[in-house]
């Protein structure tokens, strides 16, 4: 904001741009060799789904209870949700995940922890294997 720059295009043509520069800067912090800083949590989410292999039509589970750029992410990538119920703590209904990867063959999952409720992410993983 203190530099007027608002996105990363409005650079003379030999500098590099503020966000470039962050991307670098966080690429290196972290070891790895690109960073791709993006306008959204929903644009992130749609990248993820199409990076992890999602194709037109398949099941993607996910909470029944998150944040409308997930289930909307799904669509964009050309999944279609599959709901998992939530427990009265806020967390994925663990039961119901198994019957849900069970009836609908979903090789995918993306789980929301809404309202900083983590589900127990090492039974998660277990079901998931």
Do not use: W
């Not at 608002?6 to 800067?25: H, P, T």
């Not at 119901?96 to 069970?102: A, C, N, R």
């Not at 009836?103 to 992410?121: E, P, T």
Request: charged content about 20%; proline content about 2%; some cysteine.
């Amino acid at each position: 904001m203190e530099a007027g720059r608002l996105y990363r295009y409005n650079v003379k043509s030999a500098q590099e741009s503020i966000m470039s520069l962050c991307e670098m800067e966080v690429a290196a912090y972290t070891g790895h060799k690109y960073c791709v800083a993006l306008n959204s949590c929903g644009s992130a989410l749609y990248l993820m789904l199409l990076a992890a292999g999602v194709e037109p039509g398949d099941s993607v589970l996910t909470n029944a209870f998150t944040f409308v750029a997930v289930p909307s992410a799904i669509h964009h990538a050309g999944g279609k949700p599959v709901y998992v119920e939530s427990t009265t703590g806020y967390t994925m209904d663990l039961a119901d995940l198994k019957k849900k990867i069970e009836a609908s063959g979903a090789k995918f999952l993306m789980i929301s922890h809404m309202r900083g409720k983590i589900a127990d992410m090492d039974e998660v993983k277990r079901i998931c294997d």
